[in-house]
């Protein structure tokens, strides 16, 4: 099956940094990838929808001055926490799917990473 | 507006025993996906199954299966003979099948499965 990595896994910074997680499909071009936000014992939130060569688009109530997103190949979307904050801490994990006809309409999902601002 | 309900919240079972964790979902869409994860401590999704809206049929795999009603709007999941491992918490999710599918989850049900 199709994966999808991200990096890094976990990450502990400082209050007011920046963290830019990559997540990255290694077989198969994403025309689109999501990013999707889990706080401890919660579900899954979508944050953004990510497209190759154009804006990301937000979900409700996300900041995207805070949470920006780059997709600059078919092959790597970016997130950057800017200045993030104690309340930022979360797992981030992003899906993607494949580009045209092919598209099983199953999202392959990349293993997270645990951000932690103290 | 899409919604997925898992109004289970924990299920605890002795190992052995069977168990089915419940999925309600709301949408407009005459067309979707409904799909099973798993996530264990680490934090991984595990992708289970993907149901199109059109396939009603149930659907066993080892010893998972799920029933899927349209008519009530549900896709249930059941684990039979559970093990140790099966301890882990489950999501179900709904996609539109066209458009920007990105995945609605449910809450998430926490099966523990005790020795």
């Known amino acids: 099956g199709a994966v999808v990595s991200q990096h890094p896994s976990r990450v502990i910074c400082k209050s007011g940094t920046s963290v830019k997680i990559e997540c990255r499909s290694l077989d198969f071009q994403a025309t689109t990838m999501f990013w999707y936000r889990q706080f401890p014992k919660q579900s899954l939130m979508l944050m953004a929808t990510?497209?190759?060569?154009?804006?990301?688009?937000?979900e409700q109530g996300v900041e995207k001055d805070k949470f920006l997103i780059n997709h600059a190949s078919l092959t790597l979307s970016t997130l950057t926490v800017t200045s993030a904050h104690p309340e930022d801490s979360s797992f981030y994990i992003c899906s993607a799917g494949s580009s045209g006809g092919t598209f099983t309409d199953t999202q392959y999902f990349g293993p997270g990473t645990r951000l932690t601002v103290l | 507006a899409q919604k997925v309900t898992q109004a289970q919240t924990e299920i605890s079972v002795v190992e052995k025993e069977d168990v089915t964790l419940d999925c309600v979902y709301e949408?407009?869409?005459?067309?979707?996906?409904l799909f099973w994860y798993k996530q264990p401590p680490s934090g991984e999704l595990v992708f289970l199954i993907r149901r199109n809206s059109f396939d009603e049929q149930n659907e066993i795999s080892g010893r998972y299966s799920w029933n899927f009603q349209k008519s009530t709007s549900s896709f249930n999941f059941t684990i039979t003979a559970s093990q140790v491992v099966d301890s882990a918490v489950y999501f179900c999710a709904l996609s539109e099948s066209t458009g920007r599918r990105a995945l609605t989850f449910g809450s998430g049900t926490r099966l523990q499965v005790q020795p």
């Open positions: 990510s497209n190759e060569g154009s804006k990301a688009t937000y």
């Open positions: 949408t407009r869409d005459t067309t979707y996906y």
